[in-house]
T-cell receptor, first 114, second 111 residues
Framework: DGGITQSPKYLFRKEGQNVTLSCEQN?????MYWYRQDPGQGLRLIYY???????QKGDIAEGYSVSREKKESFPLTVTSAQKNPTAFYLC?????????????FGPGTRLTVL | KQEVTQIPAALSVPEGENLVLNCSFT??????LQWFRQDPGKGLTSLLL?????REQTSGRLNASLDKSSGRSTLYIAASQPGDSATYLC??????????FGAGTRLFVKA
């Protein structure tokens, strides 16, 4: 079955700690994305990558970092510089096509700061 | 700056009713528009994608329309069922390869 997996499903972070969220896809998609979702708000783009070894900042990249060493993987690190990291994090992937880039999402990771 | 608005924020209907969810966007220069469904605590499931050159797309009981000139899209759900209860989000792909999401409409279908 093709799809996107995210792990862990729940993550707890202490103050001053860096944590890494995993995202893996086997859809052979070039483009991958990280979004943050807060209650009552739409998804906001953190980072996106259109190709291996290349990525761009989204609208709320401060306090986050990513890497794209493999086509299948796009891990997100939430650093201690992110002041309000408690949120639901969603990873997505798509073809690198402006007209037909239907996005497919993983099940999400809920991050809570203790 | 592109903004996407969904009205209403929440909607409650009796089972069997036909309903329409609305999505509006401020900049008509979009590449496509996508409708998603999200169940509580879950990821997004793609329902329909309408390319900028298309006027509508259909899948089962769902029909989505797109009017770029007026900056509007509607999602029509026929013969609603309790299993349709979820949050529905629309999103537009803009220049710069960014997707902008609305905040969603929370739908509750009463049995």
């Amino acid at each position: 079955d093709g799809g996107i997996t995210q792990s862990p499903k729940y993550l707890f972070r202490k103050e001053g700690q860096n944590v890494t969220l995993s995202c893996e896809q086997n859809l052979n998609h070039d483009a991958m994305y990280w979004y943050r979702q807060d209650p009552g708000q739409g998804l906001r783009l953190i980072y996106y990558s259109q190709i291996v070894n290349d990525f761009q900042k989204g609208d709320i990249a401060e306090g986050y970092s990513v890497s794209r060493e493999k086509k299948e993987s796009f891990p997100l690190t939430v650093t201690s510089a992110q002041k309000n990291p408690t949120a639901f994090y969603l990873c997505a992937s798509s073809r690198r096509d402006r007209v037909d880039n239907e996005q497919f999402f993983g099940p999400g990771t809920r991050l809570t700061v203790l | 700056k592109q903004e996407v608005t969904q009205i209403p924020a929440a909607l409650s209907v009796p089972e069997g009713e036909n309903l329409v969810l609305n999505c509006s966007f401020t900049d008509s220069a979009i590449y496509n528009l996508q409708w998603f469904r999200q169940d509580p605590g879950k990821g997004l499931t793609s329902l329909l994608l309408i390319q900028s050159s298309q006027r509508e797309q259909t899948s089962g009981r769902l029909n989505a329309s797109l009017d770029k000139s007026s900056g509007r899209s509607t999602l029509y759900i026929a013969a609603s069922q309790p299993g349709d209860s979820a949050t529905y989000l629309c999103a537009v792909l803009t220049g710069g390869f960014k997707t902008i999401f609305g905040a969603g409409t929370r739908l509750f279908v009463k049995a």
